[in-house]
């Protein structure tokens, strides 16, 4: 997979360029956002690992901007902030996950992979279910007209199944995929989200398989 990190200490792109090459990944390294941008207009990577702040700019910024020229690579943010304002806003901005500095070796890879799993998510879609319609370019959700209040984890969740659009998930590549571990929080937190999405968008919007996982349940 092509992957382009940005990030302005040499030590973290270092040592994220190591750790995916021993993947197989071909990987390429910006240190700033004049880089990143040229590099981008050479060749659109499959992986996108931006770092929040960087010397010349704002890496939301960075992240607006490759999401309005309507690239769909999935995005990883690099933060120190681990404060949910800012992941929010993180996600608002188009991100797909975060890394928390400083990570584990291990926790970048599993993230890399449950990504490219998830592979492009299509954020110009408007979704319509019945009377419901997602609106995945706005992150917004309206029933009948009227707008529907969706946090950023919901809609992470609604992305991935939509991506599917109606195949199974199973709950262990969600629980990767969104929190990027198996742990029994982690499980238990997603039993309280997908039930607060069905309270929000309708109970037959998504399809649970028993022990197994979920569906969208598209027209």
Do not use: N
Not at 55 to 69: F, H, K, Y
Not at 71 to 98: N, Q
Not at 182 to 201: E, H
């Amino acid at each position: 997979m092509r992957v382009l990190v940005v990030d302005d200490e040499r030590e973290v792109s270092d040592l994220v360029l190591r750790a995916l090459q021993r993947e197989g990944h071909a990987v390429r390294v910006a240190l700033s956002i004049a880089e990143a941008e040229s590099a981008l207009a050479e060749a659109v990577p499959e992986l996108l690992i931006l770092d929040l702040v960087l010397t010349d700019g704002s890496g939301l910024d960075l992240c607006r901007a490759i999401r309005r020229l309507g690239h769909r690579m999935p995005i990883l943010l690099l933060t120190a902030h681990g404060e949910v304002p800012r992941r929010i806003e993180g996600f608002e901005a188009g991100a797909d996950d975060f890394l928390p500095k400083p990570f584990a070796v291990a926790e970048l890879r599993a993230r890399v992979r449950a990504l490219a799993r998830r592979g492009p998510i299509p954020r110009d879609t408007v979704v319509q279910i019945g009377d419901l319609e997602l609106d995945l370019a706005a992150r917004r959700a309206a029933r009948a007209g009227s707008e529907i209040p969706v946090t950023a984890r919901e809609w992470a969740i609604i992305e991935l199944l939509v991506a599917r659009r109606g195949r199974l998930i199973h709950r262990s590549e969600i629980l990767e995929s969104i929190w990027g571990d198996g742990s029994d929080a982690a499980s238990a937190s997603l039993d309280v989200i997908i039930a607060r999405v069905r309270r929000k968008l309708g109970a037959s919007v998504i399809r649970t398989v028993r022990g197994e996982g979920y569906a969208l349940a598209v027209p």
